[in-house]
């Protein structure tokens, strides 16, 4: 027989995770990934708290979907006002079940050397610092109620970072935040996950990727099916999905699983390779000689 709270996390983990009824908060929620997850989990039941630091497009996106919506304007990266932002919901709702921290930017395409410190620190704050920013004030509500929280990182998390590293290295840090979550939460009866994605075809991808001529450049060095593109609805799904599993990680394209399980041996090989491919050497060249 099972007893004590990590019996109890056992007994949580196999059975479905029902959002009716229950009330989930997600950052970046005014467009792209988030703006589709409120809207299937909100079809699922659950009320749903749209952050977002475009305040007009947070409330676009809950005027849409009715009853059961809450819009705020908020910068993931401002502590106090994510503070705000989660005692608001609580207030509004009565309780707090799920967060997700979904929010964040690209940079500009840059090398470490050529890049501008600020242009750094705001993908750091934002997809890092912004991530613990939404999760930890919502960790006492969530822990009462045995909630579910997801933190998005990226497949880029564990991809080669040339040209956009404050972009990898913000996300590899989420993906950490993630698994400590996993682990501090189990005790209390509560669950983390950990989302990654490949590219994601959404507004920040055609601006960085599409629109761009680096951008380009650096988005053709993927290799199918690594390079194969999904929607933002087909993302929110996954997320959605494992939700309803308490999954500790989810991943998508499907492509991107091998490589990913198989990293730490891909990676070694990867680096040497690209480190003497004439082809990446020129490319960085041009990033660096960009006015």
């Known amino acids: 027989m099972s007893i004590g709270p990590f019996g109890s996390l056992r007994r949580i983990l196999g059975t479905h995770y029902d959002v009716r009824g229950k009330t989930v908060l997600i950052t970046g929620a005014g467009q792209g990934i988030g703006r589709e997850l409120a809207t299937i989990l909100h079809r699922r039941g659950a009320a749903i708290a749209l952050i977002d630091i475009d305040p007009a497009a947070a409330r676009a996106a809950a005027t849409e979907l009715g009853d059961r919506a809450l819009a705020l304007g908020a910068d993931v990266a401002d502590r106090e006002a994510m503070d705000k932002a989660v005692a608001r919901t609580a207030e509004h709702f009565g309780r707090l079940d799920v967060v997700v921290a979904n929010a964040g930017v690209v940079p500009r395409p840059a090398t470490l050397r050529t890049m501008d410190p600020a242009g750094f620190d705001r993908v750091i704050g934002v997809n890092l610092t912004g991530a613990f920013n939404t999760v930890r004030p919502a960790l006492d509500h969530v822990l009462l109620v045995g909630g579910h929280v997801v933190v ?46 490949g590219v994601v075809d959404t ?51 499907s492509g991107w699983e091998v490589y990913a399980l198989l990293r730490g041996v891909v990676n070694v090989a990867l680096d040497r390779r690209l480190a003497r491919d004439p082809r990446l050497a020129a490319l960085i060249r041009r990033i660096e000689n960009r006015p």
Do not use: N
Request: charged fraction near 20%.
């Open 152 to 197: 998005v990182s990226s497949c880029a998390a564990f991809a080669p970072g040339m040209g956009g590293s404050p972009y990898m290295i913000s996300k590899a840090g989420v993906e950490q935040l993630g698994r400590a979550l996993r682990v501090e939460l189990a005790p209390h009866g509560a669950t983390a996950g950990v989302s990654y994605f």
């Open 203 to 253: 507004a920040m991808t055609h601006a960085t990727l599409d629109r761009d001529d680096l951008g380009r450049a650096i988005d053709g060095l993927l290799p199918w099916p690594l390079s194969r593109r999904i929607t933002a609805a087909a993302a929110a799904r996954v997320i959605a999905d494992g939700i309803g599993r308490r999954a500790p990680h989810t991943i998508a394209p």
